[in-house]
C-alpha cells in the first residue's frame, strides 16, 4: 500500500497546503488512498449512466466526507460494490487522487465541486432516510461527476458548474428542511438542558435525526437516558422529540472536544455522521458508527427493512455508570426560518427602530485550531446593537455566552444543524421582501463564516448561487483554492477571510 497521500478537502489540512503522509484528521494513507479510489470508480460509474444508482453514488460521495469514515473494509466494499455495477471493466490508472490534474486552476475548481457534492451528499442521504428524494438532484450530481472527468471542460465551464453546484445545494438543503419539518414539526424556541442527570446514558452525535428517533423509541422505559452531542443538539428544537422524557439534553461542544468528553460521558456513544475523531482505547468499546461512519474495530449498526436496531448500545448503557457533569444551565435555539417568521413583527420593528443595527451570519464549522478563538472574541465583542444568526457547529464558540437580548429577541439566533443555513438564507429573503429591497446584499447582514469540512463548501456555494457577496470565510481561506480561482471569487463576490477582531469589527460592523 502506497504510503503517501494527498488531501486538501478541509481547512485543517497540513500547513493550509495538504496532508502527504497521515491526515491531521487522523486518517492514514491507506485509507486517503481508498477514498481516492472510491471516488474515482463514482464518477466511472456516473459516467456510465446507469439508472437506479443514486443511493449507491450518495453514499460513496458521503462517507469520504472528512471526520466520517476509517475503516478499510468498509471502503473496499463500496469500491467492490460500485464496480460491480459499471457495465464494462474498467482499467483503474495508478493516479487517479487530487493531483492526477496537472493544471492547478482546473483541479482547484474540480474539487471545489466535489467537495460542494460530497456536501449535497450527505445532505441527500438524511433526506433520504426519511423517504424524501429528488431525481433532478441525483441526476446533477450524476451528470456533474461524469463532467469531472472531461479534459475538454475550460475554467469558465468549470466555474459556472461550481455555482450551478451551489443551486441544486440550496434545492437539497429545502428537500432537508422539508423532510425534517414534515416529519418533526417546525423547530421553535427552546431551552435545551446542558446538565446531567443519574441514570446510565447514550450520548447521540452528528446529524441523522431519524436515527435519533428509532434510538428515542427504543430506550423509552429502559432507564437509559439520551443526550445529544455536537451538531445533534439542534433536534432538541423540533416538536416530535419533546415527548421524548429520556431525552435528557445536550452534553458537551463541537466534535473537535470528543476525546475529552466523550471520556466523561461513561456511557455509550452513537455517531451518525462527521465528525467522528478517532477514538482513544479508554472509550472506543463504547463507540458504536451508523450510516456513513465507520470505524475500525468500533461496532457498527445495519439498517435491516428500514430499521435500526439498537439494543446493543441500550443492553451496553445499562451496565455503565451515568455521565461525568460538564457543566450546568441552558442554551437557547429553534430560530429556524417558521420561528424568525413568527417574530417578524418584532424583528423589523427593532431594526426600524434602530434597536438592532445588524445581524451578523456567524454559521459553519468549529474546529481544533487556536486561531478560532477569533469567533468567541468577535462575537463579544460585537456591539450590543447586533444580532447573531447561526448553524452548524460553529456556534459552540459562543453559544454559551450571555451576550443578553434586544427587547426580547435574543442576540444569538440559532437556526440549527449546518443544513439549516438554509433557513438563513430564508430569513434574508424574508427581510428583503419585508424591506422592499431588489438586492439581498442591501439587507443590514453581513457574514462572518467559519469554515471546517465539505458540508460548508455545499453551504458556500449555495450563498454564492444566492447573490451572497463579501462573505468573510476563515479562520482561512480553502487550501484548494489555487491563486487564480480565489482571485475570482474575490473580484466576483467580494469574498475575503478574517483579520483581527478589531479590524474586522471595523470594517463589518462600521
Ligand atoms: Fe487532511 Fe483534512 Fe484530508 Fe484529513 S480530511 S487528510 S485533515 S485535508
Ligand atoms: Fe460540524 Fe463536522 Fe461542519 Fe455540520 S459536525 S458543521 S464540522
Redesign the pocket.
Known amino acids: 500500500m502506497d504510503s503517501k497521500m494527498f ?4 481547512q ?3 500547513g493550509n497546503k ?2 502527504t503522509v497521515k ?3 487522523g ?1 492514514t494513507a491507506e485509507i ?1 488512498n481508498l477514498q481516492d479510489k472510491l471516488i474515482y470508480v463514482t464518477k466511472k460509474l456516473s459516467a456510465a449512466k446507469v439508472a437506479n444508482v443514486s443511493k449507491e453514488i450518495t453514499l460513496n460521495l458521503f462517507c469520504t466526507i ?1 471526520n466520517a469514515n476509517f475503516d478499510a473494509e468498509f471502503l473496499n466494499d463500496r469500491i467492490n460494490k460500485t464496480l460491480n455495477l459499471i457495465p464494462e471493466k474498467i482499467e483503474i490508472p495508478e493516479n487517479i487522487g487530487v493531483l492526477a490534474t496537472e493544471n492547478e486552476d482546473v483541479r482547484s475548481l474540480r474539487e471545489l465541486i466535489t467537495y460542494g457534492l460530497k456536501g449535497m451528499a450527505a445532505y441527500l442521504y438524511h433526506a433520504n432516510a426519511l423517504c424524501y428524494d429528488d431525481e433532478q438532484i441525483n441526476a446533477f450530481m450524476q451528470s456533474t461527476l461524469a463532467k469531472l472527468l472531461d479534459d475538454t471542460l475550460s475554467g469558465d465551464d468549470l466555474t459556472a458548474l461550481a455555482l450551478e453546484t451551489g443551486k441544486v445545494g440550496v434545492d437539497t438543503m429545502a428537500l432537508l428542511d422539508k423532510a425534517n419539518t414534515s416529519t418533526y414539526g417546525n423547530p421553535e424556541l427552546t431551552k435545551v438542558n446542558i446538565g446531567v442527570r443519574k441514570n446510565p446514558a447514550i450520548l447521540i452525535s452528528g446529524h441523522d435525526l431519524k436515527d435519533l428517533e428509532q434510538l428515542l423509541e427504543q430506550t423509552e422505559n429502559t432507564g437509559v437516558d439520551v443526550y445529544t452531542n455536537g451538531e445533534m443538539l439542534p433536534a432538541h428544537y423540533y416538536p416530535a422529540f419533546k415527548k421524548y422524557k429520556n431525552l435528557v439534553g445536550n452534553y458537551g461542544n463541537a466534535w473537535h472536544l470528543q476525546q475529552k468528553e466523550f471520556e466523561k460521558f461513561n456511557g455509550v456513544i452513537l455517531l451518525t455522521t462527521n465528525c467522528l475523531v478517532p477514538p482513544k482505547e479508554s472509550y472506543k468499546s463504547r463507540v458504536f458508527t451508523t450510516g456513513a461512519v465507520a470505524y475500525p474495530n468500533c461496532k457498527y449498526i445495519s439498517e435491516v427493512d428500514g430499521k435500526k436496531d439498537f439494543s446493543p448500545l441500550i443492553e451496553l448503557a445499562k451496565t455503565l455508570p451515568p455521565p461525568t457533569e460538564l457543566e450546568t444551565g441552558e442554551i437557547i435555539g429553534g430560530f429556524a426560518h417558521e420561528q424568525v417568521f413568527a417574530l417578524a413583527d418584532k424583528v423589523v420593528d427593532a431594526v426600524k427602530s434602530g434597536a438592532i443595527k445588524k445581524f451578523v451570519v456567524m454559521a459553519g464549522c468549529d474546529g481544533r485550531q487556536k486561531s478560532r478563538e477569533y469567533y468567541t472574541n468577535f462575537a463579544k465583542a460585537l456591539p450590543k446593537d447586533t444580532v447573531i444568526l447561526t448553524a452548524g457547529c460553529a456556534k459552540y464558540k459562543f453559544n454559551k455566552l450571555d451576550l443578553g437580548d434586544i427587547g426580547g429577541i435574543p442576540r444569538i439566533l440559532d437556526a440549527g444543524q449546518c443544513n439549516d443555513s438554509y433557513s438563513l438564507a430564508l430569513i434574508a429573503l424574508k427581510l428583503k421582501e419585508v424591506f422592499g429591497l431588489d438586492d439581498v446584499n442591501k439587507l443590514p447582514i453581513v457574514y462572518n463564516i467559519s469554515w471546517f469540512e465539505q458540508k460548508a463548501c455545499t453551504v458556500l456555494l449555495a450563498l454564492l448561487y444566492l447573490g451572497v457577496k463579501n462573505i468573510h470565510l476563515g479562520p482561512t481561506l480553502p487550501a484548494f483554492l489555487s491563486p487564480n480561482v480565489a482571485k475570482v471569487l474575490v473580484e466576483n463576490f467580494g469574498i475575503g477571510t478574517i483579520s483581527t477582531v478589531d479590524e474586522d469589527i471595523k470594517k463589518l460592523i462600521g
Open positions: 488531501c486538501f478537502q478541509c485543517e489540512t497540513q495538504g496532508c491526515g491531521i484528521c486518517k486517503a472528512t
